[in-house]
């Protein structure tokens, strides 16, 4: 009875949007209302200081130093999503303008950021040579700049000198919780941490060849600190890869592994977010579907800006069947990581599918075969 009493008003109120909404169109043209290109960056929001790190460069020229150079970008990325205030472009989009030429006010506009960040880095024997500069994209000018001759033993120093910098820089004030997330609770030895990035540098290449390297080096840097929780939880990643992308006679067996890995890792430090990640991938695998959306919030929570994680959150409430919400969680992934890599393709082609939109399904599907050609869910999808 009182649904069909609020029928009039309902009536009514639809009625005056759609006379605002013709009224808007009129007024801002024909565009106003015409639906917005998702594969473009959203608007930047004015609450959130908006900044890309591109790919440190290597001048060396010495290509088994670039994946030093490499992590190291990585590095900082992680640091900086870790920062409440700050939308910071994903790992994916920043590193595809590596050794780019296009102007500063292209790749920003390209990836919806009002800063950049270039750099480069020089490893001699035990010395690091890195050199910064912030730029504003609009026009290209640098604001900042700053040069780090320091040893080779100071990287984790270096690291959250750069990262504090930049942030003033840009004059963001940090929260309690974000100095919180950006503390470290264990500063690893520089041979295991130069391990996990070798790992890192093979596990993001996405071969069976690749992740059996990327797990031998992430042993090595265990074996060389048995505290190191990140090396724990990478480790743990390329099992359940290997898993889930059929790369392991046993998946059972392979996720039994990524578990207990993850239990080590979550004993020795709870708070990076890549442990929690790789939890609620193991929870979506045995379809525990609330553990792994609670572990995917809480890697999040760790790291605000986690396009990753709000891309895989997207995919456990399509498997949870929300995917409305999922769709809402793809969006704000594909503004941190605007140049969409084959496997968001799928997360939100799988969901438009869910919601029965099936054009839109197609369109985003179709374009990720060619990216990732031997990716059998594409073709099933």
Request: proline share 6%; hydrophobic share 45%; glycine share 6%.
């Amino acid at each position: 009875r009182r649904r069909r009493a609020l029928l009039p008003t309902a009536g009514l109120l639809a009625l005056v949007v759609l006379i605002a909404a013709i009224t808007l169109h009129v007024l801002q043209g024909p565009q106003a209302l015409a639906p917005r290109d998702e594969t473009q960056p959203a608007p930047v929001s004015p609450q959130r200081v908006s900044i890309a790190v591109l790919p440190i460069d290597n001048p060396t020229g010495d290509p088994s130093q670039d994946y030093f150079t490499n992590g190291i970008t990585e590095d900082l990325i992680t640091d900086l999503s870790k920062v409440s205030g700050l939308l910071v472009v994903a790992r994916n989009s920043a590193f595809a303008y590596q050794s780019s030429t296009e102007p500063a006010e292209a790749i920003g506009r390209a990836l919806g950021v009002r800063f950049l960040l270039r750099g480069s880095l020089r490893r001699d024997g035990e010395q690091l040579r890195l050199n910064v500069r912030l730029i504003d994209a609009r026009d290209g000018r640098t604001l900042w700049a700053e040069r780090y001759d320091r040893r080779l033993t100071d990287v984790f120093v270096v690291q959250d000198e750069l990262t504090a910098q930049i942030v003033s820089a840009l004059q963001v004030e940090l929260a309690p919780a974000d100095r919180r997330r950006l503390a470290r609770n264990h500063e690893a030895s520089v041979a295991a941490y130069d391990e996990l990035l070798q790992g890192n540098d093979h596990y993001g290449r996405r071969s069976f060849e690749d992740n059996e390297l990327a797990k031998a080096h992430y042993q090595r840097a265990i074996e060389l600190d048995p505290r190191f929780a990140r090396a724990y939880s990478a480790l743990a990643l390329a099992h359940s890869r290997a898993a889930v992308d059929g790369w392991e006679p046993s998946a059972k067996g392979s996720i039994e592994q990524a578990a207990a890995l993850v239990d080590q890792a979550l004993k020795l430090d709870p708070t990076v977010p890549q442990i929690h990640f790789v939890s609620a991938q193991i929870a979506l695998y045995r379809r525990d579907y609330a553990e792994a959306i609670q572990e995917t919030e809480t890697a999040i929570a760790l790291s605000p800006g986690y396009a990753d994680g709000y891309a895989l959150l997207a995919f456990v409430l399509h498997y949870a069947g929300q995917p409305a919400e999922g769709l809402q969680e793809m969006q704000r992934a594909v503004r941190l990581n605007p140049t969409l890599p084959s496997i968001y393709r799928l997360v939100r082609g799988a969901l438009h599918y869910a919601l029965g939109d099936y054009p839109r399904a197609i369109a985003d599907l179709e374009p990720a075969i060619p990216m990732n050609p031997t990716y059998q869910m594409l073709r099933l999808w």
